[in-house]
């Protein structure tokens, strides 16, 4: 792992229960592996809170607090509130995983909307990145960003080179993880060949989208390194460059 040293997951969800057994051993052998920094993502309230807690557990751990689409509906009246409290929290360095996701009929597209917006709306307030989440819902993700122009990134981004050539232009960087060593990956590898290094950060949503050659197993941040090695390919640069470059990015807009 020497030459993968500095890895920054920018997107992880350890507060999976597919961790329940050893998490307090993967986060640490991480760190001893070279893993720098983590930012575990929120998808709900209580997601938001152990999010915040475990930061503090960690130095290597950051937050990312938020309501995931997916988690939108039958949220409490104060529930903007208690994200913005929890975004006040010292390891507290984005909203998220916030955003839309129309593979499930519920929540309505209506409510996701406007949990989306309000979370769009707070980052500005509070000066804050965003870890936007999109399944899709290209073109209305699209009107949001154009809209609002967050700082952030697109997560697992999965759409068209022009998608990523306006994201950028708006102002976030596109969230590259597991799915790009697979096959049918064609996008995700336009998108890495044609734009410039300054517009990716690595990710693994882990505990899922396991890279090849891991894929069937939980997901663990080291194997960013697969990804590397595939971005690398792409670009014609070293795995070294790759991740210099891909941290200091990751550094900047998450101000870690």
Not at 78 to 95: F, G, N, Y
Not at 203 to 232: H, K, N, Q, W
């Amino acid at each position: 792992m020497d030459c993968y040293s500095g890895i920054i997951d920018t997107h992880a969800h350890y507060l999976d229960r597919a961790f329940d057994q050893d998490r307090d051993a993967v986060l640490t052998d991480l760190k001893k592996a070279g893993v720098s920094a983590i930012i575990e993502n929120a998808t709900d309230i209580a997601s938001s809170e152990r999010a915040v807690r475990l930061a503090g557990q960690y130095d290597h751990v950051y937050a990312a607090v938020g309501i995931h689409p997916e988690d939108a509906a039958d949220l409490p009246d104060d529930w903007l509130d208690r994200i913005r409290e929890l975004a006040l929290s010292a390891k507290a360095v984005a909203i998220g995983e916030i955003g839309l996701d129309y593979y499930w009929p519920e929540p309505s597209r209506e409510i996701q909307h406007r949990v989306f917006e309000a979370q769009l709306i707070l980052a500005k307030e509070m000066n804050m990145p965003v870890e936007i989440h999109d399944r899709d819902a290209h073109g209305d993700i699209m009107e949001y960003f154009r809209r609002y122009r967050p700082s952030g990134c697109l997560h697992r981004f999965s759409g068209s080179l022009e998608m990523a050539e306006e994201a950028v232009r708006s102002g976030l960087v596109l969230g590259i993880g597991g799915a790009l060593t697979y096959k049918n990956s064609k996008k995700e590898k336009a998108a890495v060949r044609e734009l410039p290094l300054d517009c990716f950060i690595l990710e693994t949503d882990c505990p899922y989208l396991s890279p090849v050659p891991f894929r069937g197993t939980r997901c663990t941040s080291d194997m960013i390194s697969a990804v590397v090695d595939e971005m690398a390919a792409l670009k014609g640069e070293t795995p070294e460059k790759i991740i210099e470059v891909t941290s200091g990015n990751a550094k900047r807009v998450f101000g870690l």
